[in-house]
């Protein structure tokens, strides 16, 4: 009942407006006083400390940097016109052309918003000058984003990594095939209702059209090659991969392209360390509420819980996966993952379930909670950026919602779809 009690305020004082990491340090130090143990306090700045200094987290900010040097460094219009020539000639063109795009920007940026941000304004723009209902592109715009983190890179499996000391390289590997299948999902429903509609397609490109756009944005093709060659060849961690993407974009964006300036550099800069420390401070915060919970043992007693509950890891993932969807519509997902993992991980050993697998199961419904209210953050992104208001895009979100729920359900009880990559190029399988 503790659990219950301690979560329930940290709800409450998330819905009284109080951000997501000062009502994480608030509860816990509420509650340590309450215990009558306010000498924990003394100790709060170590393990704030403490949770932001492990070695997988310093991916954090270098894959931010690497996503931010690449947004304004040429590549993002070049993506959008290698996709635009291969599948901007099937109904709905521009729509599936946002998409692609974006299942091919997933190697550069590891976040949703950033996608959203960076490629959302072309994408809608390009939209608006087909024609199309601007909810319509907003919805396919904030959609498509999701995918970004589930294909690698990407950050929330960095975290899911280094708290459930889970191989990030396998995590990557294990999102490629639900990443693909999200975005034959997401066309799938804009083919639909393009059809209903009757949105127009593009003229097809011709084979040297193709040739050459593919040329001209080859580069910025090659950022997860570069990442996940060197991570499977053993060339470097995958930190040290965050790095390489970095140096990477910089020669890409300042001496190829010649899109990036100083100017630009000082603000993607600023911008990163802005980024970094909302992350930071809010994995800092958690790493308090943590010690919370282990010294109440929340873990042991919600392992017993659902034992007595049942025995079918499969309906385990099923609660999980509903607590999850929950949590989605009130939480942003990094904090849900730190509040979470803990207490998940020893029921995972318990009921014999993947970590890797779970990892990325739970990386796609965190991906959910993005385009979820009151708080999904891609929702409210593009509803700025494109100037719909958040009931007109939700309203046209829901089909799009509905087929990713349909892609979690189908790799939570196919989990060949996950590990299958990772278990034949790592050997990670059990």
């Known amino acids: 009942m503790l659990v219950l009690l301690i979560f329930s305020v940290l709800v409450v004082l998330i819905l009284a407006g109080f951000p997501i990491a000062v009502a994480m340090g608030l509860t816990a130090v509420g509650f340590f006083i309450g215990l009558g143990e306010p000498r924990m306090l003394g100790a709060m700045a170590q393990r704030m400390y403490a949770s932001v200094s492990s070695v997988p987290l310093l991916a954090i900010p270098f894959f931010i940097l690497a996503g931010n040097l690449m947004n304004v460094g040429g590549i993002t219009d070049r993506i959008f016109s290698f996709a635009r020539t291969l599948v901007g000639h099937i109904r709905g063109g521009l729509a599936h052309v946002s998409v692609l795009a974006s299942m091919l920007f997933a190697g550069v940026t590891g976040a949703a918003l950033a996608e ?5 304004v072309v994408e809608i723009k390009a939209m608006d000058a087909a ?8 919805a396919v715009v904030a959609s498509s ?3 970004g983190p589930v294909i690698p890179p990407s950050i929330p499996m960095v975290i899911y990594g280094a708290l459930a000391e889970v191989s990030v390289g396998a995590l990557f590997l294990g999102g490629v095939v639900p990443g693909v299948l999200m975005g034959l999902g997401i066309m799938l429903v804009i083919y639909a209702l393009a059809r209903r509609r009757s949105y127009r ?3 097809r490109a011709t084979v040297g059209q193709i040739i ?23 060339v470097f961690t995958p930190t040290e991969a965050a790095v390489a993407a970095v140096a990477y974009a910089m020669v890409i964006g300042a001496i190829v392209y010649r899109e990036l300036d100083l100017q630009r550099l000082a603000k993607i800069l600023w911008e990163t360390v802005e980024q970094t420390v909302r992350v930071m401070f809010i994995i800092s915060a958690a790493g308090m509420f943590g010690w919370l919970l ?31 969807l929950v949590l989605g519509c009130f939480m942003e997902g990094i904090a849900i993952m730190l509040l979470t993992i803990p207490i998940f ?21 965190l991906m959910i909670g993005l385009l979820t209210p009151p708080v999904g953050m891609v929702l409210y992104a593009v509803s700025t950026i494109a100037e719909v208001p958040i009931v007109k895009l939700v309203r046209e979100l829901l089909p799009f919602i509905v087929i990713l729920v349909g892609v979690l359900l189908l790799i939570t009880y196919v989990p060949a779809l996950v590990t299958w990559l990772p278990n034949t190029l790592m050997g990670t399988g059990r």
């Open 201 to 203: 397609s593009e003229p």
């Open 345 to 365: 991980m020893p029921v995972l050993a318990k009921f014999g379930i993947d970590p890797v697998h779970f990892g990325v199961v739970m990386t796609l419904n």
């Open 212 to 234: 050459r756009s593919f040329f001209d944005s080859l580069l910025g093709l090659l950022t997860p090659v570069v990442i996940m060659g060197g991570i499977l060849g053993g």
């Open 294 to 324: 282990v010294y109440i043992r929340a873990a042991e007693e919600v392992v017993m819980l659902l034992t007595t509950v049942t025995t079918s890891p499969a309906m385990i993932l099923l609660i999980f996966n509903v607590v999850l």
């Open 116 to 120: 959203a941000m960076g490629l959302g």
């Open 131 to 138: 024609k199309f209902d601007r909810p319509f592109s907003a």
């Open 145 to 147: 984003s999701t995918i």
